[in-house]
């Protein structure tokens, strides 16, 4: 895999003797770095598609008709490469937002989702989301060596897809993004500061701010390199390389850094000499935010020196524990574990199934029943009830029938004094005898009914209040039938007669 | 024990409440985040926790404020494990037979995920880099193509291989490759399509929402973490161990003939 690298390889590595060496150096690098563009082009071609769901036949989709997507891209990496110094990561939804309101300036007709859709497919394009997220792969032609090399790269990555998708721009696409990409940064570096001098000592002073806001973008692009150099040094199995690789680095980017603290402070001098003479207004205010723009390249450049600070630190330690026996390499789990099994016979599979799902699954707390759960574990008939969230139980929750009563209140009341009276006037009677005296007394059917569950319901305990109070003491006597009542005959006994 | 050694063991097993808690990772919570400190500076607490883990059947994988405390089973007896495939039948939707073939087969599909994210050790040094998903398509042909190839391999040289050693991918090449209709589990894609289903609700994928042509996943950091840590070497050696038992087996019963 060949990386861009920041600090190009030294001229004395190249054979001296070809007198074109320099000129194919520069070619070959600016070859290669506009393979850069080359997703950004591809999201024009294939706009009509929206993401190569159409069929080829089918007419172009007229939404994206008017749609500039490079101008989109170029929108996004902006966006990224602004917040790449302070933030560790950009929610890719603030983007897509941003988008949005630029993508509707271009184009009133579309709706919301429509836009919605297009700032989506543009962003996601630049992290290749069709091919899995995965880099970008293109070939070039490397003049120095004469052969066709293969370029890897990222535009933005995904950091982290959970809770969202948090993305940053990388090396490269800041590479994408500054206008002149032929030049290697470093040299970019010396370049842009000669300018800025020169520009500010010519009077061009929005020229000036336009340069010295380019350099803060490249900070973020050595940041970045410096990150990946050490990665790439941590896969090296080779230890003992270790120290001559990245210590060297190391050193040159810390040397570099402080280089480029002075020249900013330089800078930053020649700025305050002009501000005691005497400018227009104009003049005056673009001289003010170039001292502002140059002192914040200022401290990003001290958070470079940081930055570099530490990696030289994580780097003693990773050094100190390849010292160390190594733990052992982590298996190749399609070769070695994948096709081995997809021979085994199927018994064997089956019978280790369990062990081998709970090896990968993650843990699972065990559950503790209570009686209501159990019991309404057993209600759903062994079906497994999933935990659901709060918002699923609130809009399944409904209200509870309630149960008419069997019979209105009043006639309830007159049935209980009925029954209170006779109680008192009778020592003993049967729930049948009650029940033809009341026939015989004309008494409604509805009333005889309402009587009868009077009475069943005060037989329901013979300890409670009601028995008590009453002072009866109701036994079972065999069952009856009336006309229209059957059930267990109840003996009602005053307690004073037992 | 004094007060403050009380409140450290509570705070041991606080952390491992939370790792239990699957879904939950410390950017979302400001006191996991303190744990996760507290395990990184302190190497007391550090025992402790281990030492708490161990008695209750678990033991600790990994602690990283990306994806929190990634708790596992100590071991297969653990009371916290994870159930095996009686776990999986209401994903499945298979209710009263675990036939033999329908076990093995989810097996083999179970694999293939793992096998589909976590290829080899570059690729989990590819994800510390950046995010990539799976597509289901992806996901399948790897399982596919393997069978083919063991297919053709088989073909090849017939008498060579025994029977025995062919079950596996001749029962994934009878299956359907494309689902038809609803995802079910009678197909290569719709059983790899409702595994990962359940993979995403025990908090081990992420879905690419953004994605409308096709279905694909993000593995979450703490899949990442625990695969890396404990599940590609921990079921590779289990596999491997049973892999040669079978065939010492065989070449034993092969002598006696």
């Not at chain 1, 309404?376 to 935990?387: I, R």
Request: glycine share 4%; net charge negative; charged share 25%.
């Amino acid at each position: 895999m060949e990386q861009v690298s920041l600090w190009a390889e030294e001229l004395e590595d190249r054979p001296n003797n070809d007198p074109e060496a320099d000129q194919k150096k520069d070619l070959t690098q600016q070859n290669k770095n506009l393979r850069l563009l080359s997703p950004i082009y591809q999201i024009e071609q294939n706009k009509g598609k929206l993401g190569g769901r159409i069929e080829p036949t089918e007419i172009e989709n007229p939404s994206t008709k008017n749609i500039d997507t490079v101008y989109l891209s170029i929108l996004t990496l902006e966006y990224y490469a602004s917040y790449a110094l302070s933030h560790n990561s950009t929610p890719a939804n603030d983007v897509i937002e941003y988008l949005l309101d630029k993508i509707q300036l271009m184009n009133f007709d579309l709706t919301t989702q429509e836009s919605r859709r297009i700032a989506e497919w543009v962003h996601n394009s630049l992290c290749n989301q069709s091919n899995g997220y995965k880099q970008f792969n293109f070939t070039y032609y490397d003049a120095i060596k004469h052969s066709m090399q293969r370029y890897e790269f990222r535009l933005i990555k995904i950091v982290n897809a959970e809770n969202g998708h948090q993305c940053k721009i990388t090396e490269e696409g800041v590479t994408a993004l500054l206008t002149y990409i032929n030049a290697n940064p470093k040299l970019q570096d010396e370049i842009t500061f000669l300018l800025t001098q020169r520009l500010i000592k010519a009077g061009r002073y929005e020229d000036a701010l336009q340069m010295a806001e380019r350099s803060r973008k490249r900070v973020y692009q050595y940041q970045e390199e410096i990150s990946r150099k050490f990665e790439n040094v941590r896969r090296d199995p080779q230890a003992g390389k270790i120290s001559e690789t990245v210590l060297p680095v190391i050193n040159k980017s810390s040397q570099h850094v402080s280089d480029r603290i002075k020249e900013e402070g330089l800078t930053l001098d020649n700025i305050s000499e002009l501000q005691q003479e005497k400018l227009d207004k104009k003049a005056k205010n673009l001289v003010i935010k170039l001292t502002q723009t140059i002192k914040g390249n200022l401290q990003a450049y001290r958070k470079l020196y940081d930055h570099i600070d530490n990696t030289h630190k994580k780097f003693e330690s990773t050094f100190r524990s390849l010292l160390r026996p190594s733990e052992s390499v982590l298996p190749n789990i399609v070769n070695d574990l994948l096709e081995p099994i997809c021979q085994w016979p199927i018994e064997q599979l089956s019978i280790n199934a369990d062990q081998i799902t709970n090896q990968i699954m993650p843990v699972k707390t065990p559950k503790l029943f209570d009686v209501m759960t159990l019991l309404d574990k057993l209600d759903t008939a062994g079906e497994h009830h999933t935990p659901e969230s709060q918002d699923q139980i609130e809009a399944d929750m409904e209200d509870i029938d309630r149960i008419t009563p069997l019979f209105p209140e009043e006639m309830i009341d007159a049935c209980k004094t009925y029954y209170h009276q006779k109680i008192e006037k009778k020592q003993s009677f049967t729930l049948l005898q009650l029940l033809e005296e009341t026939e015989k007394n004309y008494f409604s059917v509805e009333f005889q009914r309402c009587l009868a569950y009077v009475v069943v319901v005060s037989f329901a305990d013979n300890e409670s209040l009601q028995s008590l109070f009453l002072d009866i003491h109701i036994t079972k006597q065999g069952r009856f039938q009336h006309h229209f009542i059957t059930g267990d005959n109840l003996l009602i006994q005053n307690r004073d007669n037992q | 024990m004094t007060t403050l050694e009380l409140d450290q063991l509570e705070q041991a097993s606080e952390l491992i409440y939370k790792g239990l808690k699957t879904k939950l990772t410390p950017d979302k919570n400001n006191d996991y985040k303190k744990l996760v400190a507290k395990w990184e500076a302190d190497e007391l607490f550090r025992d402790q926790v281990k030492a708490i883990a161990k008695g209750l059947g678990l033991k600790v994988a990994d602690v990283s404020y990306q994806s929190g405390a990634i708790i596992l089973p100590k071991d297969q007896h653990s009371a916290f494990c994870f159930g095996g495939l009686t776990e999986l039948r209401k994903t499945l939707g298979s209710n009263s037979e675990d036939t033999l073939t329908k076990r093995g087969t989810v097996v083999l599909a179970i694999i293939t995920l793992l096998a589909a994210f976590f290829r080899d050790e570059v690729q989990f040094l590819e994800y510390k880099q950046a995010q990539q998903t799976q597509s289901l398509k992806n996901i399948s042909r790897l399982l596919l193509e393997i069978c083919k190839s063991l297919k053709d391999q088989h073909n090849q040289d017939k008498g060579e291989i025994p029977d025995y050693l062919r079950q596996g991918w001749e029962i994934i090449l009878s299956l359907p490759e494309v689902k038809e209709g609803h995802a079910n589990p009678s197909s290569v894609e719709g059983l790899i399509e409702m595994l990962t289903t359940r993979f995403v609700d025990e908090g081990l994928l992420v879905k690419d929402t953004g994605r409308h042509d096709e279905k694909a996943w993000f593995p979450t950091q703490r899949f990442i973490a625990q695969a890396e840590r404990e599940t590609a070497t921990g079921i590779y050696e289990y596999c491997m161990q049973i892999h040669q038992e079978q065939l010492n087996k065989q070449i034993s019963e092969a002598e006696s003939e």
